[in-house]
């Protein structure tokens, strides 16, 4: 059974940083892409960044260039997405999904499309602000 289990959300000042993880079972990451997506209240989920299973190349949406790194551990199965620089328009539920099929031979993932993910966490909360 394939799972996510996302952690390191808090409540942190602008400017500040956070690095979320995302423990997967069920699979290996060099199988599948992971991808994380964030929902603000009110909004849609939107995505932000996701790591490709063949050669862990990294994908990023405009909100996180620059800011946001995207990495994985394969000895731990584990996604990371360390956040820095953040903004209270950071403010929002991360939860990281597993891509449902393949792109680009595994090369690749599509940061912007979370209905291409599934087997989603329960989310880790992040709030940004002073």
């Known amino acids: 059974q394939l799972r996510l289990v996302e952690s390191g959300g808090d409540l942190v000042q602008p400017g500040g940083s956070l690095k979320l993880s995302c423990v997967a079972s069920?699979?290996?990451?060099?199988?599948?892409?992971i991808g994380w997506f964030r929902q603000a209240p009110g909004k849609e989920r939107e995505g932000v960044s996701c790591i490709a299973s063949a050669d862990g190349s990294p994908y990023y949406t405009n909100i996180a260039k620059g800011r946001f790194d995207i990495s994985r551990d394969l000895g731990q199965n584990t996604v990371y997405l360390q956040m820095n620089t953040l903004k209270p328009d950071d403010t929002g539920t991360y939860s990281c999904g597993v891509l449902i099929r393949t792109y680009n031979r595994d090369y690749s993932c599509p940061v912007t499309l979370p209905k291409e993910y599934d087997h989603w966490g329960q989310g880790t909360q992040v709030t940004v602000s002073s």
């Open positions: 069920g699979f290996n990451l060099d199988e599948k892409a």
